[in-house]
């Protein structure tokens, strides 16, 4: 046994000691002020040590990686989904394709709960739930040739249960892409600065393909200098093209943007991996990571205090303004991604194991990737923790609860038992250069505002514009790179199931059926997406309400196949380390899923919230958010729609569950009649 460094111990300790500290003043502290710089330490000392310890635990102990393997991306490099890619370009995709929206939105809208409840779960649950299925899923795909989470289900749970997972997986793709388009879209409307920024990425990311694949091989802290270079110049020239003349030309209305967004899916997917798509995700990366260790710094640097209670009464009443319902489970279904996501387990069943160089580094991108998203997530939270609780209430309730006026949101932020005067609202709007902040609901904007805060108290208060926009479109950039490599899984996932039926479409390289697959997937969401943005209560908004349950569903089937392969090949013993992560997700969610369908509140209940619109239709009435009696009748379909979807995805989730408990119990019982599908032993001739 190696002997420990006293170094290595001291340094260790230090750590531990700064996250520890931090963890008692959040959770001692209740009428004193707390500053956010002590969640960020508790945040970043835990990360540390569960990178160091358990991560290399799961992955040398538990999953027993092999250097010495050659990986799908060696076996079956074709230069176009199957690629050995440098694990720092690679670790930069995986993280851009995982960081949607989530990070950013989820733990803003929980913040009405109090930012104690939303700090302990996403760095508790992304430390044992969502690093751990990300790092696992990413490991035994890659040794299944790169296979999806639905077919790895299919194929080593059985038909029955594995066509549930396929179906409930990809129809929860849909959805989930539809709803990060959404988000872009409604980013991008009205920011010509945003679209020139993010335009100018694509022709840098084909630049930085060419030049690793072509021009210079193997090059990659030198063309990641360059395309830093170019991606800060097309920053500051899109604040001058929103300036100028040419603000117009790249002002598009949300219809046009549908239209791109559709296009860019489509050609994301189908191109080689190496000339966009990856070089793309990386290029993001640098300012993703780049904003949030700089918000880090700006939060050390002004110590700027959590003025949102540790814990608020909506977390036991359940009548939050913002969304409705208890702290459990609710907060766990708002937080997914930077906690636990199952979005991320189709990325990590998808693009990213066709191009890891060596199993051995999974650990960093699986596991290192997510933590680095639970960053993002604490650093949201943080942004709407140091806001005022009134400010905030006011963004992110809608206009039927806080009203149209300053004077009638400050009158209803009151009766939330906050403060903020019509003059103080008036004025938060004025300093970001917007006409109005109520009802801007989503996340998004609130986000904007703390990040708007923090830097501003750095460089100057006559900055606060520049950073609220700057931080919009930052976000829209977050999001987009998870919707192209979103799609290219969906692709993935429907080659796969076709694969069953027609044998060409196993080769997911096969011309034909990538075209017709990336076409069927960019058409199913880009349709949602088209007429959600012509109908405010139709198309992708119609299923927006199920979207962190259906992501967290997700996550149950991941785990659920990861635990089922812990057991079959011999792991046994490790197998609490998804299977209690598991059995938290099916409660949480099975909960939540329940409490939508059958709840009597028809602020939580879907069929409830149906009965109500229903009976005002027959009293001719009309309730808010509809506005006509066309929108009454529509509302009374979505939330049919919704609940009869959410029942019938908890069913599939179910079925999926109970198959693979069967195979676990008859594998314990004769291990000798188990099959395994792993891809048989081939030693790796690459060096990295």
Same mark, same amino acid.
């Not at 799908?72 to 949607?100: M, N, Q």
């Given at each position: 046994?190696?002997?420990?460094?006293?170094?290595?111990?001291?340094?260790?300790?230090?750590?531990?000691?700064?996250?520890?500290?931090?963890?008692?003043?959040?959770?001692?502290?209740?009428?004193?002020?707390?500053?956010?710089?002590?969640?960020?330490?508790?945040?970043?000392?835990?990360?540390?040590?569960?990178?160091?310890?358990?991560? #290399?635990?799961?992955?040398?102990?538990?999953?027993?990686?092999?250097?010495?393997?050659?990986?799908?991306? $060696?076996?079956?490099?074709?230069?176009?989904?199957?690629?050995?890619? &440098?694990?720092?370009?690679?670790?930069?995709?995986?993280?851009?394709?995982?960081?949607?929206?989530?990070?950013?939105?989820?733990?803003?809208?929980?913040?009405?709960?109090?930012?104690?409840?939303?700090?302990?779960?996403?760095?508790?649950?992304?430390? %044992?739930?969502?690093?751990?299925?990300?790092?696992?899923?990413?490991?035994?795909?890659?040794?299944?040739?790169?296979?999806?989470?639905?077919?790895?289900?299919?194929?080593?749970?059985?038909?029955?249960?594995?066509?549930?997972?396929?179906?409930?997986?990809?129809?929860?793709?849909?959805?989930?892409?539809? =709803?990060?388009?959404?988000?872009?879209?409604?980013?991008?409307?009205?920011?010509?600065?945003?679209?020139?920024?993010?335009?100018?990425?694509?022709?840098?990311?084909?630049?930085?393909?060419?030049?690793?694949?072509?021009?210079?091989?193997?090059?990659?802290?030198?063309?990641?200098?360059?395309?830093?270079?170019?991606?800060?110049?097309?920053?500051?020239?899109?604040?001058?093209?929103?300036?100028?003349?040419?603000? &117009?030309?790249?002002?598009?209305?949300?219809?046009?943007?549908?239209?791109?967004?559709?296009?860019?899916?489509?050609?994301?997917?189908?191109?080689? =991996?190496?000339?966009?798509?990856?070089?793309?995700?990386?290029?993001?990366?640098?300012?993703?990571?780049?904003?949030?260790?700089?918000?880090?710094?700006?939060?050390?640097?002004?110590?700027?205090?959590?003025?949102?209670?540790?814990?608020?009464? %909506?977390?036991?009443?359940?009548?939050?303004?913002?969304?409705?319902?208890?702290?459990?489970?609710?907060?766990?279904?708002?937080?997914?991604?930077?906690?636990?996501?199952?979005?991320?387990?189709?990325?990590?069943? !998808?693009?990213?194991? #066709?191009?890891?160089?060596?199993?051995?580094?999974?650990?960093?991108?699986?596991?290192?990737?997510?933590?680095?998203?639970?960053?993002?997530?604490?650093?949201?939270?943080?942004?709407?923790?140091?806001?005022?609780?009134?400010?905030?209430?006011?963004?992110?309730?809608?206009? !039927?609860?806080?009203? &149209?006026?300053?004077?009638?949101?400050?009158?209803?932020?009151?009766?939330?038992?906050?403060?903020?005067?019509?003059?103080?609202?008036?004025?938060?709007?004025?300093?970001?250069?917007?006409?109005?902040?109520?009802?801007?609901?989503?996340?998004?904007?609130?986000?904007?505002?703390?990040?708007?805060?923090?830097?501003?108290?750095?460089?100057?208060?006559?900055?606060?514009?520049?950073?609220?926009?700057?931080?919009?479109?930052?976000?829209?950039?977050?999001?987009?790179? +998870?919707?192209?490599?979103?799609?290219?899984?969906?692709?993935?996932?429907?080659?796969?199931?076709?694969?069953?039926?027609?044998?060409?479409?196993?080769?997911?390289?096969?011309?034909?059926?990538?075209?017709?697959?990336? +076409?069927?997937?960019?058409?199913?969401?880009?349709?949602?997406?088209?007429?959600?943005?012509?109908?405010?209560?139709?198309?992708?908004?119609?299923?927006?309400?199920?979207?962190?349950?259906?992501?967290?569903?997700?996550?149950?089937?991941?785990?659920?196949?990861?635990?089922?392969?812990?057991?079959?090949?011999?792991?046994?013993?490790?197998?609490?380390?998804?299977?209690?992560?598991?059995?938290?997700?099916?409660?949480?969610?099975?909960?939540?899923?329940?409490?939508?369908?059958?709840?009597?509140?028809?602020?939580?209940?879907?069929?409830?919230?149906?009965?109500?619109?229903?009976?005002?239709? $027959?009293?001719?009435?009309?309730?808010?958010?509809?506005?006509?009696?066309?929108?009454?009748?529509?509302?009374?379909?979505?939330?049919?729609?919704?609940?009869?979807?959410?029942?019938?995805?908890?069913?599939?989730?179910?079925?999926?569950?109970?198959?693979?408990?069967?195979?676990?119990?008859?594998?314990?019982?004769?291990?000798? +009649?188990?099959?395994?599908?792993?891809?048989?032993?081939?030693?790796?001739?690459?060096?990295?």
């Amino acid at each position: 046994m190696r002997r420990a460094d006293p170094r290595s111990i001291v340094v260790w300790s230090l750590v531990a000691l700064a996250g520890a500290t931090g963890w008692t003043v959040l959770a001692l502290a209740r009428e004193e002020e707390v500053s956010a710089a002590w969640m960020v330490a508790a945040a970043l000392g835990s990360y540390a040590i569960a990178y160091r310890f358990y991560s #290399k635990f799961v992955a040398h102990r538990v999953l027993e990686v092999d250097g010495t393997r050659a990986t799908p991306a $060696e076996r079956l490099d074709d230069g176009i989904d199957f690629h050995p890619t &440098d694990r720092r370009v690679l670790l930069g995709h995986h993280f851009a394709a995982i960081a949607g929206a989530g990070p950013l939105v989820g733990p803003v809208l929980a913040a009405q709960m109090g930012y104690l409840p939303g700090t302990i779960w996403i760095i508790v649950g992304v430390i %044992f739930a969502g690093a751990v299925q990300d790092m696992v899923v990413l490991f035994f795909s890659t040794r299944r040739d790169g296979r999806s989470l639905g077919q790895m289900a299919r194929e080593e749970i059985g038909p029955f249960g594995g066509a549930a997972a396929l179906l409930a997986a990809f129809a929860i793709m849909i959805i989930l892409l539809g =709803v990060l388009a959404l988000v872009i879209v409604n980013a991008l409307a009205a920011s010509p600065w945003g679209t020139f920024s993010i335009a100018m990425t694509l022709p840098i990311a084909l630049f930085m393909g060419f030049y690793l694949r072509v021009l210079r091989p193997g090059r990659v802290s030198e063309v990641s200098l360059i395309g830093v270079a170019l991606l800060l110049a097309a920053l500051v020239a899109g604040r001058r093209v929103a300036e100028s003349s040419l603000a &117009d030309t790249f002002t598009l209305a949300p219809s046009t943007l549908v239209i791109w967004l559709v296009a860019y899916g489509f050609i994301a997917s189908i191109l080689p =991996v190496w000339m966009l798509l990856a070089p793309r995700d990386y290029l993001s990366t640098f300012m993703k990571v780049g904003t949030i260790l700089l918000l880090a710094l700006g939060v050390v640097i002004t110590l700027p205090t959590l003025r949102m209670d540790p814990v608020t009464d %909506f977390a036991s009443r359940g009548d939050g303004p913002v969304f409705a319902g208890s702290l459990f489970p609710f907060v766990f279904i708002t937080i997914a991604c930077g906690a636990l996501s199952g979005f991320h387990a189709l990325i990590s069943s !998808g693009t990213t194991p #066709k191009m890891i160089q060596k199993e051995t580094q999974v650990r960093m991108i699986g596991y290192g990737s997510m933590l680095m998203e639970s960053a993002v997530a604490i650093m949201a939270l943080v942004a709407a923790s140091i806001i005022d609780p009134g400010l905030y209430f006011a963004m992110n309730a809608p206009a !039927g609860v806080v009203g &149209d006026t300053v004077q009638e949101a400050s009158k209803a932020v009151a009766g939330f038992g906050y403060s903020l005067s019509p003059a103080d609202l008036a004025q938060a709007a004025k300093d970001v250069e917007e006409s109005s902040l109520l009802s801007r609901t989503g996340g998004a904007p609130t986000l904007a505002v703390g990040v708007s805060e923090i830097f501003s108290q750095v460089t100057g208060g006559s900055l606060r514009a520049f950073w609220y926009h700057f931080a919009i479109m930052f976000e829209a950039l977050f999001i987009l790179t +998870a919707l192209d490599a979103g799609t290219r899984v969906g692709r993935f996932m429907l080659q796969d199931m076709l694969g069953n039926v027609c044998e060409p479409f196993k080769r997911v390289s096969w011309k034909p059926g990538l075209v017709l697959t990336s +076409a069927a997937v960019t058409g199913l969401w880009g349709y949602f997406l088209w007429v959600g943005v012509h109908e405010p209560l139709g198309g992708i908004n119609q299923l927006f309400p199920v979207f962190g349950i259906a992501n967290q569903l997700l996550a149950a089937v991941a785990l659920t196949v990861c635990t089922t392969l812990l057991v079959k090949s011999g792991r046994l013993k490790w197998a609490w380390i998804t299977g209690v992560p598991l059995a938290w997700d099916v409660t949480v969610t099975l909960t939540a899923s329940w409490q939508k369908v059958f709840s009597g509140d028809p602020r939580v209940g879907f069929f409830t919230q149906r009965s109500r619109y229903r009976d005002a239709i $027959e009293e001719g009435r009309i309730l808010p958010p509809a506005k006509t009696m066309d929108d009454m009748h529509t509302v009374v379909t979505n939330s049919t729609v919704d609940g009869v979807l959410s029942a019938v995805l908890a069913l599939l989730v179910v079925v999926v569950i109970v198959d693979a408990a069967r195979v676990c119990v008859r594998h314990v019982r004769d291990p000798a +009649a188990t099959a395994l599908h792993e891809a048989p032993y081939v030693e790796s001739k690459l060096t990295v």
